[in-house]
């Protein structure tokens, strides 16, 4: 149990269609983020939430990528018109250094 | 800003062997430094996390690292690998200095165990 649950564990997609993913912290934690890791590398700051408000985002989200915490709980994070190169383990993490298992998205 | 370089992205050892990552990093600011494990398809797994109290952390799995100001250096190591030690370790640093505490990784060490 790692502390924050995220759905879904694997996402295949065709290029063109939008995909949304989703974290769950299980107990409740003021500061959640999210990161992206590509084969190979290690993870990159996508962007961060202090509570439901979204504090900074890395310029590596484009405009295809939007990402929201309602009511400070869970986040979700859509990326619309995916592109090959978007695929990736997408992972959440929350209270600064705990992860949860990722999303691994593939783009065809 | 900060960064972390990682040294060898190959390392291998044998089981039982003495097994030694090596991490450096750079920051304006005192760092919080970080080592995770990540198995093939998992999410990452914090190993140990140094914030600035003692400078020999000691973390999960028999895993240990230094902090090393002088060396600017966080390597993590174990006395005696096992088979299950082979995975991919990361290296991180905490924005510390910063509003979002955000990390910032290495981009990872490859370790394998030969029986």
């Known amino acids: 149990d790692t502390g924050v649950s995220q759905d879904p564990r694997h996402k295949i997609t065709k290029r063109g269609q939008n995909v949304t993913f989703r974290c769950d912290p299980i107990?409740?934690?003021?500061?959640l983020y999210w990161y992206r890791q590509t084969l190979g590398q290690g993870p990159e700051f996508l962007t961060y939430f202090q509570n439901e408000a979204q504090l900074e985002k890395s310029r590596l989200l484009s405009d295809r990528f939007s990402a929201e915490r309602p009511k400070g709980s869970f986040s979700t994070l859509e990326i619309q018109r995916t592109e090959q190169g978007d695929s990736a383990m997408y992972l959440c993490g929350i209270g600064g250094y705990t992860f949860g298992s990722g999303t691994r998205l593939t783009v065809v | 800003a900060q960064s972390v370089t990682q040294l060898g992205s190959h390392v291998s050892v044998s089981e039982g062997a003495l097994v030694l990552l090596r991490c450096n990093y750079s920051?304006?600011?005192?760092?919080?430094l970080f080592w995770y494990v990540q198995y093939p398809n998992q999410g990452l797994q914090l190993l140990l996390k140094y914030t600035s109290a003692a400078t020999l952390v000691k973390g999960i799995n028999g895993f240990e690292a230094e902090f090393k100001k002088s060396e600017t250096s966080f390597h993590l190591t174990k006395p005696s690998a096992h088979m299950s030690d082979a995975a991919e370790y990361f290296c991180a640093v905490s924005d510390s200095g910063g509003a979002t505490n955000k990390l910032i990784f290495g981009t990872g060490t490859l370790l394998a165990v030969q029986p």
């Open positions: 107990s409740e934690h003021n500061r």
């Open positions: 920051s304006s600011v005192p760092p919080y």
